[in-house]
């Protein structure tokens, strides 16, 4: 059973930064992708961010690339999503996930943590 949860989210203001962490359990994390989603208020859940299992291989949405760096701790089992120069249309849940590809990382769900960035 992969049990993943989820911390570091706020309330922030326009321009700041926001780390956000996500530890995971369970023997199937080894050698899993791990990346973060969000879904904003009346918006469709979308990809934000993934990481292969070395940590040499990233994706980003077009959204988010050159603000936002996930990056992972395998020693902790836990992957951290850095979010800076944060706009309002940032503010969503956060959730993070872990599959066995960062092009397929939806397999596992955390339940989310709330991110609201004021303007």
């Known amino acids: 059973q992969v049990q993943l949860v989820e911390s570091g989210g706020g309330l922030v203001q326009a321009g700041d930064s926001l780390r956000l962490s996500c530890t995971g359990t369970?023997?199937?994390?080894?050698?899993?992708?791990m990346g973060w989603f969000r879904q904003a208020p009346g918006k469709v859940r979308d990809f934000v961010a993934a990481?292969?299992?070395?940590?040499?291989?990233?994706k980003y949405a077009d959204s988010v690339k050159g603000r936002f760096t996930i990056s992972r701790d395998n020693a902790k089992n836990t992957v951290y999503l850095q979010m800076n120069s944060l706009k309002p249309e940032d503010t969503a849940v956060y959730y993070c996930?872990?599959?066995?590809?960062?092009?397929?990382?939806?397999?596992?769900w955390g339940q989310g943590t709330q991110v609201t960035v004021s303007s």
């Open positions: 990481i292969n299992w070395t940590g040499n291989r990233t």
């Open positions: 996930t872990a599959g066995p590809t960062p092009e397929y990382v939806a397999d596992h």
């Open positions: 369970g023997r199937t994390l080894s050698s899993a992708a």
